[in-house]
């Protein structure tokens, strides 16, 4: 099959992944060139590789040299990340002219649903990860989960004291939890609220 027709299977995915999935989830505009040049350059490096006649320690030493590049300037979430290396599998599938096409472009394909169900916001749309500071020195995780909860408005999973500091009085954790529904919230709010007794119809 003509190289050409893998190139367009790889331009249509990657074009799918950075405008159809990533920017409109993420809105993060610095990473689409990113994304973009990367699977090009790979797929590019990749084709030149498959025809050419090259010993395989100068293959390595391309792949050496893409590996000591800086996967970020800034830092980069764990879902972006599985975009970039979707872009360099996307790229690696698209560079290789003299495969099954049948098997690269349903890998191409494959790898995009993937990224569709995987990162789509309804999937544990509630679920959170956050680094949190308590105003309070708590050593006890059990007592640090109920004030996560009671601050975040949520039902802790899991929470991991990272720093307590008795100086401050703050304590540093990770906490991972879901977040709990409008009318669970009311219904939490209303119990931590304290009674209060109304005065007799008698007194002004």
Same mark, same amino acid.
């Given at each position: &099959?003509?190289?050409?027709?893998?190139?367009?299977?790889?331009?249509?995915?990657?074009?799918?992944?950075?405008?159809?999935?990533?920017?409109?989830? $993420?809105?993060? @505009?610095?990473?689409?060139?990113?994304?973009?040049?990367?699977?090009?350059?790979? *797929?590019?490096?990749? +084709?030149? &590789?498959? !025809?050419?006649?090259?010993?395989?320690?100068?293959? *390595?030493?391309?792949?050496?040299?893409?590996?000591?590049?800086?996967?970020?300037?800034?830092? *980069?979430? $764990?879902? /972006?990340?599985?975009?970039?290396?979707?872009?360099?599998?996307?790229?690696?599938?698209?560079?290789?002219?003299?495969?099954?096409?049948?098997?690269?472009? !349903?890998? &191409?394909?494959?790898?995009?649903?993937? =990224?569709?169900?995987?990162?789509?916001?309804?999937?544990?749309?509630?679920?959170?990860?956050?680094?949190?500071?308590? %105003?309070?020195?708590?050593?006890?995780?059990?007592?640090?989960? /109920?004030?996560?909860?009671? *601050?975040?408005?949520? $039902?802790?999973?899991?929470?991991? =004291?990272? @720093?307590? %500091?008795?100086?401050?009085?703050?304590?540093?954790?990770?906490?991972? +939890?879901?977040?709990?529904?409008?009318?669970?919230?009311?219904? %939490?709010?209303?119990? !931590?609220?304290?009674? $209060?007794?109304?005065?007799?119809?008698?007194?002004?």
């Amino acid at each position: &099959m003509s190289v050409f027709i893998y190139i367009a299977a790889d331009l249509v995915a990657i074009s799918a992944l950075v405008f159809g999935l990533y920017f409109p989830r $993420h809105r993060r @505009k610095d990473l689409i060139v990113s994304f973009l040049a990367i699977n090009v350059g790979v *797929m590019g490096v990749t +084709y030149a &590789m498959a !025809t050419a006649d090259l010993t395989l320690g100068f293959g *390595m030493g391309i792949f050496a040299v893409l590996s000591i590049i800086r996967l970020r300037s800034t830092e *980069m979430e $764990h879902n /972006e990340i599985a975009y970039y290396f979707t872009a360099i599998a996307l790229g690696l599938l698209g560079g290789f002219p003299s495969g099954n096409a049948a098997v690269s472009f !349903t890998l &191409m394909i494959v790898l995009l649903g993937v =990224i569709l169900i995987g990162d789509h916001p309804a999937l544990f749309g509630r679920t959170r990860l956050t680094q949190l500071v308590l %105003d309070r020195a708590v050593a006890d995780e059990q007592v640090a989960s /109920e004030l996560a909860g009671a *601050m975040l408005g949520a $039902h802790v999973h899991r929470i991991a =004291i990272r @720093k307590v %500091d008795y100086v401050a009085e703050t304590t540093a954790c990770e906490v991972r +939890y879901t977040l709990l529904s409008p009318s669970a919230q009311a219904a %939490d709010l209303a119990a !931590t609220e304290p009674l $209060h007794e109304s005065a007799p119809a008698g007194l002004r």
